[in-house]
């Protein structure tokens, strides 16, 4: 696409112009810009990834900021781009950002937004259904009852793993981890090991309760642990939960070496990001061991599997969409577009990107305040004290 040709305008007279790379669901994000004097351009193109050409095209020679998504390259030369039309504000509609090169942005002084907190539940939901539908092979019995195969009750049939009184291992236990943590102990019953940089004291408090409370009505308590090495983990859990960010530090987290040594029968999840398992090591793994089990929302690759990886029975496979529920993709797309709307009208940052509950109120205004910018103490920007 040399030069974009589907193009949604809303209130063309606006003082700003503000670029989404993406039609996004919900109004609301759409109003909260053309109220405030924002010219927004929507591209509507048919093509799901758009390329560095591709958006270099969309800014054009006059961009006050633009909202964009966690598939696209922003690296020095979209935010060279930006900066040269004029613009000092990008939010990308993902709490991740590795698909953002902060320092390419410090240098052009452009300010990074990304959306936390309206999904952490979402995305722990996604994650303790791939926990359940491995534990009880879901798929493969849904795939068998279609095929016509069902053909009456056998004691054998679709015999999975029973979670209750087993142990799941988060690691990453930030907000999508620790929220999983509580499903998965409160859910199922099940013990928690834990492996972050930081302890996760909220967790911990929240499992130590819960403990109490089952011991006081006459049930076995479930029991916590914080690993010193992620290899404790990997070898003493039955469901393993992977919730890092992606960086230079969790690439490939998960290879050969340590698949071999978790159980042979535990089951892996991973809603982080596809880099985090060395995929091609997984898929051996997989063949290797068939009663070890996977559910993945995310690919090293994406949109693309690593060869063999489709074929295994043992394997769940989704398409990025922990995320996907209505409210949360409507409260990631107001967040991203107030990020961008608060740089333009030189806001402050919000005083705690964890705490975004009242940008997402439908029924008040928004604080006057971008809700999160990760890259806001680099560009020395000030801070909210709402
Ligand atoms: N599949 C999907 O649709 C979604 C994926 N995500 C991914 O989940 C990630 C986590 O999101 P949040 O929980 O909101 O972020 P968060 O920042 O609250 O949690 C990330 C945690 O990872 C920990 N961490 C960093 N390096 C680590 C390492 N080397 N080993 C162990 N732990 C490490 C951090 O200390 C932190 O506690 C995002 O960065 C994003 O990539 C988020 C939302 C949806
Ligand atoms: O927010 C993210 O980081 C995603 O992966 C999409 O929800």
Redesign the pocket.
């Known amino acids: 696409m040399a030069k974009p040709v589907s193009i949604e305008v809303w209130n063309p007279s606006g003082k700003y112009r503000v670029v989404s790379t993406k039609p996004m669901p919900g109004t609301r994000w759409i109003n909260l810009l053309i109220q405030n004097d924002c010219r927004l351009e929507i591209c509507t193109e048919k093509k799901t990834i758009l390329s560095v050409e591709d958006i270099i095209a969309l800014i054009g020679d006059k961009c006050d900021g633009v909202i964009g998504q966690l598939t696209e390259d922003w690296g020095e030369e979209l935010f060279s781009a930006l900066s040269k039309a004029g613009g000092k504000a990008f939010s990308n509609m993902?709490?991740?950002?590795?698909n953002v090169n902060v320092d390419a942005a410090n240098k052009y002084g452009v300010a990074v937004g990304n959306t936390?907190?309206v999904?952490?539940e979402?995305?722990a939901e996604?994650a303790a259904s791939l926990s359940l539908a491995a534990a009880r092979r879901i798929v493969e019995a849904d795939e068998f009852m279609r095929g016509g195969l069902y053909d009456g009750w056998l004691p054998h049939l679709f015999v999975g793993n029973l979670l209750k009184g087993q142990t799941v291992g988060v690691?990453?236990?930030?907000?999508?981890?620790?929220?999983y943590a509580r499903m998965m102990v409160e859910g199922f019953k099940m013990n928690l090991i834990y492996?972050?940089?930081?302890q996760?004291t909220r967790l911990e408090k929240f499992v130590t309760a819960y403990a109490a409370f089952l011991k006081a009505s006459g049930e076995t308590p479930v029991a916590w642990k914080r690993a010193s090495t992620?290899d404790e983990v990997l070898q003493e859990a039955d469901v393993i939960s992977l919730?890092?960010?992606?960086?230079k530090?969790?690439y490939h987290?998960v290879n050969k070496e340590r698949l071999a040594k978790m159980k042979k029968e535990a089951i892996l999840i991973n809603?982080?990001?596809g880099p985090v398992i060395d995929e091609a090591a997984l898929v051996e793994h997989l063949k290797q061991n068939p009663m070890f089990r996977v559910g993945l929302?995310?690919f090293e690759e994406e949109p693309y599997m690593k060869p063999g990886l489709a074929e295994l029975k043992n394997a769940i496979v989704v398409p990025?969409?922990?995320?996907?529920s209505k409210w949360t993709r409507e409260g990631m797309a107001t967040l991203a577009a107030l990020n961008v709307l608060g740089k333009i009208k030189g806001y402050p940052v919000w005083f705690d990107a964890?705490r975004v509950e009242p940008f997402l109120n439908e029924n008040a205004r928004p604080p006057s305040a971008c809700p999160s910018i990760v890259n806001a103490k680099a560009l020395g920007l000030p801070s909210s004290k709402l």
């Open positions: 993902a709490v991740g950002y590795n936390p907190g999904l952490t979402t995305t996604l690691i990453g236990a930030g907000r999508i981890g620790s929220a492996f972050d940089l930081y996760a992620m919730h890092p960010v992606l960086d530090t969790t987290l809603c982080s990001r929302d995310v990025h969409i922990a995320s996907a964890n």
